[in-house]
């Protein structure tokens, strides 16, 4: 009963497969389909013209017409591969096309940023994209191949049982459990890569590790090499160890079935012999046994062995569908974000990350009003960033509300959300993109405002004396690329940020990789110059809140204060610890 549901699942991925050919390229899917039937029927063709020529020599009856329709059939024989082929190669383009920009819309799809939290789903994320460029050819490759064998094989038993039907049955009858059994054997062999998957993620990270220009400085410091490289050894071997038994046991159950195939073959030669000596057959039909059974041998080959090389392949086009029908619980609004707003407010709001059991923010109410500038301080860890992502509506409260006047952020369109925000993350992006694509992203290019920006994030020297331009790639391992110091891609970061020119600013230790002297002509642009603008920062340096009209104070997810910083300092213990703990160092 499991195996025959599991064998249902598998006509369903495949029917599902190749509706998903017809979705990527109708027309050139519609030619590699159809060329595998007669790739499956002219063989038969060659055979059955072969046998007539012979039956007529024997007859001494006029063959010509036969050998022609033998050559003729011989030739498409020859010349269908290289076509297929070809064909073939089109629609792989397509298809790998067609499943990574639809992989890539997706993850538009999803503004939640959720789905990085769940375990389970980032596995097969990282499945499906570092499989995303090869997987489609093995699914054409095999999944045609599977089908034409298919067909080949039902052509030539049928064509067998004009002569003989129970040889004919004979033979799907020691075929079926084969291909049931290597159907397992291959289905185990992926569980368990599915279980090196965990094992592939460590073997990929121990290599890259060594192998890579980010960690190169350190790894060499503190030479990681032998560590890193017996970690990499041990794992290699337990999972190759793994694989190996699988391989071993295919072996066996591949000897057994050649025995039993073998063997209905020989009976069916001997059959057909004696029927030619009997004179019940004419000659011909030996030559059309020994043909149709090299057909049937190596059809039914390649219907096991290509149906199980596409089991993998399969389950990997279900991870697919599975994550393109991934829904989360975020629920994009309709409202416009309002032109002019009095004020945000934060209502009761506690937050537990998804996957997690630990509640970050606890019961968390203050109120911001348009254009004011408030710092968000606390010890690490206390949940400044996660507030950070809340407002922004990377993730949805647990319990509470953010509002923006009397709008809920949750009713507010998620992209006309984004239009009005903009930020500088302490985990910014550095694009492998030109400094001027890196600094514009999704707006329009204005060159002048770009070079404005530029210059306001402290970036205008790099631009004259590193003999930079926009253009210039931010990458040192792309063409004429180059890269830039951890302070100068923060500068970069920052003009994105300017450019994007929000109504609400986040600023999340946008200064932590500057010098004394840029951070704080930074804090003096975006929150001196900045009267109209709402401005949330978060800081450690606690010489910044003095920009700043109100400080939140964050204790262990919960607020501790919430006002301006003199107020503060008479009225938190804790919060004036802290401000003359660093009061030393800064002021
Ligand atoms: N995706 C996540 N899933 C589960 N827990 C998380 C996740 N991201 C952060 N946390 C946890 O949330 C808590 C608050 O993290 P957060 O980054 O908000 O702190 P922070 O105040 O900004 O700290 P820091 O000053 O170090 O930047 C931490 O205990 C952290 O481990």
Known sequence: MKHLQKLNQYFNELTRTYRLFFKSAPLV????????PLQAVIPLLAVAAGQKVIDQ???????????????????????????????QGVLTDKLTGFINISLMKKSEDLQSISIFDDSKYFDDLQMLRDDASWRPVNLIVFGVSVL???LTLAFMLIYLARYNWWLALLLLIVMVPQSISYYRIQQQSFETMVERSKNARYLHYYSSLLLDRRDAKEVRLFNMFPKIIEKYISLFEQTKKDVNQIRRKQLTTSSLFVVLTVGVFGYGFYWFTNSVRT????????LMFVSVIGYISTSMARVVEDSSLLYDSLLWIEKYFNFLGYQDDFKN????????????NVKSLSFTYPFSDTEILHNVSFSVKSGEKVAIVGENGSGKSTLVKLLMRFYDPTNGKISVDNYDLKDINIFDLHKNLSATFQDFSRFKLTLKENVITEYSFNKDRVNNVLKAAGLGDLLVNDHLNLNTMLAKDFENGTDLSGGQWQKVALARDLYADGKIEFLDEPTA???AKSESEIYQR???????????????RLSAVRFADKVLFLDSGKISGFDTHTNLLHTNPKYKEMYDLQKDAYL
């Not at 007859?59 to 070809?86: C, D, G, K, R, Y």
């Not at 004179?279 to 030996?286: R, S």
Request: glycine share 4%.
């Open 526 to 540: 975006f929150l001196k110059e900045n009267d109209k603008k709402t401005i949330f920062f978060v800081t450690h």
């Open 279 to 286: 004179g019940a057959l004419e000659v011909g039909v030996l």
């Open 29 to 36: 899917a519609t030619c590699v389909l159809l060329l595998a």
């Open 148 to 150: 034409q064998s298919f």
């Open 513 to 515: 990789a500057l010098d």
């Open 57 to 87: 020599v024997t007859n001494h009856s006029p063959f010509m017409e036969m050998i022609i329709v033998w050559i003729v059939a011989t030739a498409f024989q020859q010349f269908l591969p290289s076509l297929s082929t070809m064909v």
């Open 333 to 344: 609004g309709t409202q416009s974000f309002p032109d002019d707003f009095n004020d945000i």
